[in-house]
């Protein structure tokens, strides 16, 4: 057995702050003693780690990455390689990706494939999502088989992409309805895609072809207006939801509402959403292309309210939704045509740092901090305690982070395997200095120490905000 | 030219109650006096009406009725003959009736065909609202030429029955984005009819085959959530809308929610399900089948509700949705499926007497009754002043209505052509007596005078609520 | 008998627009008829008025005035002449002004005293509300009294000014609970006086004497909370309300809250709110307080709020709350202390012609004009058909207004006995041609033809809302 | 040093459940290790204490009691020793009792005058807040002090009781102006108690005497009338509320809304709203009275309401405003006039049993539990992690609780000094098997090892939920 001792350190969890010394007994971490108390000045180790004058918290969890995703002819840059070691120098020790149902293929297939893609390349531990396309009979047996083999416990539904992975109101609610039953978790791309689509073709019909016209065609309204609509069915399912990537102030009212009717109704922001804004998506020449991701950025001022739901509870979770493709050969393929614009951002690094930015800037506590990005997306998601939270009988995944250093957030030193950077040249406080996955050190004194392959598959529970 | 005095009576419009005489010259009323006025002691006339201790009120519109619609492999049971002399026996001089697009038609198609059932046939006055079917380019520019010539300015969109009349959201955003530049007015049957489709599959697997079934999974949130779309997609289209048949509390308070963020939005009710409920639907033996009608009769709580609605103007209109099956014959082609029974009450005859009985209540005011059942209509489908008030330059459409007179509906008395009331031995205080349809005696002293072909076709200006 | 006939004109009320001609015997309207018809060809006349090409509409109805008021040691610089008088220039021909219950007295001693001033000296038609001051058991009994003879059916209550007018809650509970058995209808000045006085307290201890800081101590907020607090104690005390000059978004939508709910709730707002803004009280030097009034002048954002909500009649009335103060000698009582400043603006000769504007401007049609300043104001009153219409048998207080000319509104040509005008220098598109009073002419070419005197004391109805 | 340890429990805390042993060391918990690590297993104590099958939670938080308060000529019947003692025996380890600030005096002689009371007395450890019966210059600069020295950090005032500790909206405003600035903590007793009075004094000139007309002049609008006033006031002031006893479902609405809107906004309600109603008030003879308090009962369809709040954490905290008097010679003074009824009820003892029955009955989870009756009041009264946690650092106040256990509450078995029960009879599944206070045992097998005296003043940090 091989004993490491974190001590000094303040340990930050969801819901507590304490001056404690960490013991981890190989893979786990198994007990927590005041600093300086006898017990704890008892406790010897293989190696003792001095985190006085740090943070000693969890390591992230990343509830939605899409590493080696196709999408629009090309794929995500960052393998499940590249991807998971940028999410480990970021702080992040889990990520819970998404497996793709193949067009006329079963769910079984996309978790073989996706296996496959990650299975002995990842540098930390990861769990699978599974997209449903299309939701046949066969489909809502599978949503049982891995829901109760844990292997796949949560079901992504598009009410956006009309002939890709748009499902209409009736399939959404046959997979509601049977997640009703087995205590799966059906996640919502909600846009009214079918609305929208009408939008783009019209817009590039008047030659708006530029890349803010991805922002002003994906209109607020549609998305509030689908978020609206997924939870009416889940009530007329009788299912929980949660609705991904939220970005417009009036979806996160409807969240609000619901919440308030007592719905089991969860939602999750990213920081894009959150640091980013229509501004962004207009820059000159082809720049835009680097900020389009779906639902759009939206104007500046929905920032506040989206900070305002996470500080509410009406949000619960950040993720980053990672899915990031290069501006050279690849956000090019929608020169002349924004629809073409591969959609996503990447981010799997730079979501710890970011939030702690909000913590510096007094917008979220630092417990928040910790609960928007590590415990509640382990509950979420069936992880918790497992990861998540720094406890007796948690998996020694750590991050002692040092809030005072300071970074500049740059793709010249990012580890994602992308030619730019959403946040290019923003100047953060904080910044991770060493991480452990299950006992392990990947990462120290800005050395990689990690290797592809320590990262395992990790099966799930249920949702735990239902019990 | 023919001179008409009705003389004494209360004259009663949505604005006023008056104590005046009404003087009307050939088709066309020209004067108001103060009954006992020097200039009413002057009048002379053909012929005078003696309306003391009567109300004087402009002849009811019913803005929607489907005379002779076929639905679900049978018709309508009333013809425009039948069914026109029926609504004048109950005190209204105007109806709206549905000309359907044909499948693969155009909208001009489906004109035509109305047309040809209506003319020469109705015993008053009608109108056309279209219903589209499909939106294709044509018929978008049908829209608009419909509207500048005034032959329909109206246009009804399904959002239930699918495979049917049912339009999804995109082509409901094209359509609504065509008025919110020419003027016409999208009505909507709000139903999320995909979700409906399978919540039907569902019940009839089940063995849920009874008429009660029809108001169960036509659930009262899938009326809501069509209602919020259809007010989000108006919005983003920039276009007004109007929504028939509400009959669930939840979809009106998205119209008042609407309203009060001033939104030209609409809503109309109809007798049923202000006087109705599920109760009905629930009749032992098959006797539900007489209450199938889309949106289907609410639970009993839903009556205040709407009656509300009324008086707070969050709906403006007050509609049959006339629409006769024959309990033999035709309700009956549902049994043990209660998907397959025809869609509709009968009510046209009803209307005024019911929400006459309203005002007996103390549920609404006289002018309201009014307005409600005769001027909002009129205003909304571009035919007031012309119909729906007693004013100088108004069509000569006025009713002698008795407010003290009894009477019990019953189907062995009516003149609709359908073997049974929705209403059947229901009793009311109040009674039409006399009814004047462009200056012509349609009844009088319980004798018909009317004859098929009085009534002419209206064109009709665009949606007054707009200016 | 005197006949009077106005040809040719569009007469314009609440519910209609006709090309009639309009017959008056005597103080009487006594018939209208279509314009051309062969009735109206008949008619003869003592005078002849030809409206071709001009408006006819009732005169207007200001139930919101202070003439000759007492207030912070000064009194309102219109007398019931002058103020009646300016009242006739601008197409208003019916008052409802205000009797104060004297400290210590009655009810029926501050209506004597009313009564005094104005019998003999009014140019139109006048009536009053009661100002409660203090609610004893005597004055519970004189609300009976006085809204049985109907010499005042409305009392006005206040939430503000602490030591002066205002009621504690217990006092307005009582008060209200009178009027929910009697018929009453109690107006509230609605704004937290109680909280109010702690900032203007420490708003002059901190130096801020400006005329702007009336404006921030009486903040949106409390007028807001006032409007709840007052709604929900007549909600407790099963009586109707109506809240007077309301000039914050947050109390509008607190009416429309409440009137979702279906309560017999009413709103006023005063043009200067639609008009004027903190802008103008902000104004350089002492200029700001010649806006000082109370509600304050809000931000200039409120005002497409207030619009809103005259559009979709969450607020039902337009009244001027005419309280005019001469800036010299007057306003100028507070320089160096705003809470010293006379609490009001003048503005009764203004209110048809500043609404016009808002016709012109297409923020509201001109039959919802005619509502707001006409038609409603004497329904609320219980002073409507007289009062409010053009109608066989209302009295003939007829406005020909020519909707093409144009003016300029000055301090230098008003007619109102006071040195400045809130809206000088604005122009404005509508004038007054000729004013009729009882069928009198009171202003026609531009010159006076009135007398003091002519206008009689009305004795009113119930709210006409409440059946 | 003395160590105890608790081995082989399911350690609760409001964010974890874990098998996990306790270290104590003297008055603290110094650690945590999961049960059966190597680590956990080479610990030795002085005492060890075998929780296997047991939960081991912190002791409980009630922030709401009344020992030995003066009320309506009379005193609650417990003392601070019994009191305490009771607490104990229900698995409550903290109070926080209320000093009164005397008619005329400071905030420093009610707390001079209530530590006399506790000091020496007290079985557990308790903590005061300060009740405000008149705000004045130097009790606005008492706040400052006493928030400064932590002797009490949070404030209650009344805005029911006028002429006992009512509290007008000015001294309301002012009081939370200096909280806004000094970290200080507003409680509200939110009922309009000036048009509550003039309801009692009409209630019992009809002769309405019993008891349960308490609860129907304390009309459910006026708390949720008086709730949304101290939102607003609190807003103004730019300080955040604590609304105490929320009872009406309408009041926890105000909340919500509040709530959405980001403000620091937070209630509590307590275990009779939870259990019991107007039924219980409604009871034959004089039986009402054991159930009359204020806020009242309410009917029992708020209790799914609050229960909801609960779980939206709308509500943060439930207490039990413990204020037990006598049904004989206590309650009995009211016979004849429900308002001389002392309000009051006991309950200290049953609090985390009751609530512990929520969670076997599905209302809210273990974890939920634990927040609400710990957790939440210790750092929403600045005594977290002092108290309230199992966590490296907290007090070593733990109570090991058998959840299979079953008891039936009755004032024949309860501790607490009054002669009867609110919940006699009632069955409850789970007990309270043995209660530490700073390392002491208190309670074990059902013999009381406890003292007067043991328990300590708490000096307090400021409300948790602000930073």
Chains 1, 2, 3, 4 share one sequence.
Not at 374 to 387: D, E, Q, S, V
């Amino acid at each position: 057995m091989t004993r490491i001792l974190i001590t000094g350190g303040l340990v930050i969890t969801a819901a507590e702050e304490l001056l404690a010394d960490v013991l981890i007994e190989d893979q786990q971490i198994v007990a927590l003693a005041s600093t300086g108390s006898e017990v704890a000045a008892g406790w010897t180790a293989d190696r003792v780690i001095d985190a006085t004058g740090r943070y000693v918290i969890p390591g992230g969890v990343d509830a939605h990455t899409h590493m080696e995703l196709p999408f629009g002819g090309t794929s995500a840059s960052d393998t499940f390689e590249t991807g998971t070691r940028a999410a480990a120098w970021g702080g992040t020790t889990t990520i819970v990706d998404f497996a793709v149902q193949p067009v006329g293929g079963s769910l079984r297939a996309g978790l073989d494939s996706w296996h496959a893609k990650a299975e002995g390349n990842c540098a930390i531990d990861y769990a699978f999502h599974t997209i449903v396309s299309d939701v046949t009979e066969e489909v809502l047996k599978e949503l049982d088989l891995l829901t109760e083999s844990g292997e796949s416990t949560s079901f992504k539904l598009f009410m956006a992409y009309p002939g890709v992975f748009y499902s209409d109101d009736g399939k959404i609610l046959r997979a509601m309805q049977r997640c009703a039953g087995n205590g799966g978790l059906i996640m919502m791309h909600a846009e009214n895609g079918i609305a929208i689509d009408v939008l783009v073709e019209q817009a590039l019909a008047a030659g708006h072809t530029d890349p803010r016209y991805h922002g002003e065609v994906r209109r607020e309204l549609l998305e509030a207006e689908a978020t609206h609509r997924a939870i009416k069915l889940a009530q007329v399912a009788g299912s929980p939801l949660y609705v991904v990537h939220v970005s417009a102030a009036s979806a996160l009212a409807e969240l609000a509402t619901a919440r308030d009717q007592g719905l089991p109704v969860f939602g999750e922001t990213c920081p894009q959403y959150l640091f980013l804004s229509t501004d962004d998506l207009a820059r000159p020449g082809f720049e835009g292309a680097k900020y389009v991701c779906s639902t759009p950025l939206r104007p500046r001022e929905h920032q506040a309210e989206l900070w305002k739901g996470l500080r509410t509870d009406d949000l619960q979770v950040v993720s980053t939704d990672h899915c990031p493709f290069c501006f050279v050969g690849q956000k090019e393929l929608g020169r002349g045509d924004f629809s073409k614009i591969p959609n996503g951002l990447p981010g799997v690094e730079n979501r710890m740092d970011l939030l702690h930015q909000a913590v510096v800037e007094g917008r979220i506590s630092r417990r928040r901090w910790i609960e928007i990005a590590c415990a509640a997306p382990a509950r979420m998601f069936g992880l918790y305690p497992r990861k998540g939270t720094i406890a007796p009988g948690a998996d020694a995944d750590v991050v002692v982070y040092d809030p005072g250093a300071t970074q500049t957030i740059s793709a010249t030193t990012h580890h994602m395997n992308v030619d730019y950077s959403a946040y290019e040249g923003r100047r953060l406080t904080g910044r991770v200095e060493l991480v452990l996955s299950r006992g392990n050190v990947l990462l120290e004194e800005g050395r990689w120490l990690g290797r592809a392959g320590h990262g395992g598959f990790l099966r799930r529970g249920t949702c735990q905000y239902l019990s």
